[in-house]
């Protein structure tokens, strides 16, 4: 009888583990925003989330508020990866792209409610931490330059209320409230309604 030697998984190499590592923390780094607020993501809690020695963080961040402002870049580019992959897709209208691009914000794995509740933390501490205020201002500016061309395209289709620009800036302005009405439940907006409402709002950028 023949023995077969069981399938053994390849090893991680040396890069593969930083970067897994390296994500882990950063993920840390929301849930822990998003439960504790930004006062109280200490390094403690954030490498008890991680699962990892509090020495990790030094390893791969200077320090503790390195490792929240890479955090919240990346919840931004992870994001815009996803908005910016919809924007692409040249089978879908204009408007449909504009509508779809919206929508994946209120559905994962663009939106949860721990994305929403860490995106609401940094949000308040920017005010008063300039260190948050430039991956905020970078993706206000990624989603414009993402959504303002296809409304362009659609203005080429029919009239706008809006000029492009103005239409995008104002439904990134509209989700980021619709983000925060969610995180904070203050007015009991589920992810159907935030839906619905950008809907509307897209509908009203046109005559």
């Known amino acids: 009888m023949t023995l077969v030697a ?8 040396q890069a ?3 970067v897994f590592r390296e994500k882990a923390l950063l993920r840390a780094a929301l849930v822990t925003v998003a439960k ?5 993501a200490t390094v403690a809690r954030i490498c008890a989330e991680a699962d990892a020695s509090r020495g990790l963080i030094t390893h791969y961040f200077d320090n ?52 929403a509740a860490a995106w609401q933390a940094y949000s308040n501490a920017s005010r008063f931490n300039k260190a948050y205020q430039e991956p905020i201002r970078l993706s206000t500016q990624k989603f414009i330059n993402t959504v303002a ?22 439904l990134f302005i509209f989700i980021n409230g619709l983000w925060n009405s969610m995180a904070s439940e203050e007015n009991d907006i589920r992810a159907e309604e935030a839906i619905m409402q950008c809907d509307v709002y897209i ?5």
């Open 6 to 13: 069981k399938q053994q998984k390849p090893r991680r190499t």
């Open 16 to 18: 593969e583990i930083r």
């Open 36 to 40: 504790f607020d930004i006062e109280g």
């Open 64 to 115: 503790k508020e390195d490792l929240l402002v890479a955090a919240l870049s990346n919840l931004f580019n992870e994001a815009q990866s996803f908005k910016d992959a919809i924007a692409k897709d040249d089978n879908l209208s204009a408007i449909t792209r504009i509508h779809d691009i919206a929508n994946s914000s209120f559905q994962a794995p663009v939106y949860t409610w721990e994305m």
């Open 149 to 170: 061309p296809l409304f362009k395209l659609l203005a080429a289709e029919q009239p706008l209320r809006l000029q492009p620009e103005e239409a995008a800036r104002g």
């Open 203 to 207: 509908n009203g950028c046109l005559k």
